[in-house]
């Protein structure tokens, strides 16, 4: 489940780099900061030189009841400024594959 954890992880990342922050506004929220969610999205919409990459890998997932949740940061760089935020990622089995189906953001 690593793999899967890593992949929904880099997933994840590929979204906000590609500004699809629609999709991942869909995303459930999952507690964390609501400040820090809001943030995440609003950069990932409208911030000039928009990037994103990992500052921690996604980590070994833990059990939740409804598949697993995995953890990593974040690393934002955009126009005039930059960001660490740790994203808690919450999986779910959807016809035999795992999918993001939440997650929290907060600052490590």
Request: aromatic share 10%; charged share 30%; proline share 3%.
């Amino acid at each position: 489940v690593l793999a899967d954890a890593r992949r929904l992880g880099r997933e994840f990342v590929t979204l906000l780099n590609q500004r699809r922050w629609r999709e991942v506004a869909q995303l459930t929220a999952r507690g964390g900061d609501a400040m820090v969610r809001a943030e995440l999205l609003k950069r990932a919409e409208s911030a000039t030189d928009f990037a994103a990459g990992f500052d921690r890998v996604p980590a070994a997932p833990e059990e939740w009841t409804s598949g697993f949740i995995t953890e990593f940061h974040v690393d934002l760089e955009w126009r005039g400024g930059g960001a660490v935020m740790r994203i808690r990622l919450y999986a779910s089995s959807v016809d035999g594959t795992w999918r993001a189906v939440g997650f929290a953001a907060d600052l490590p």
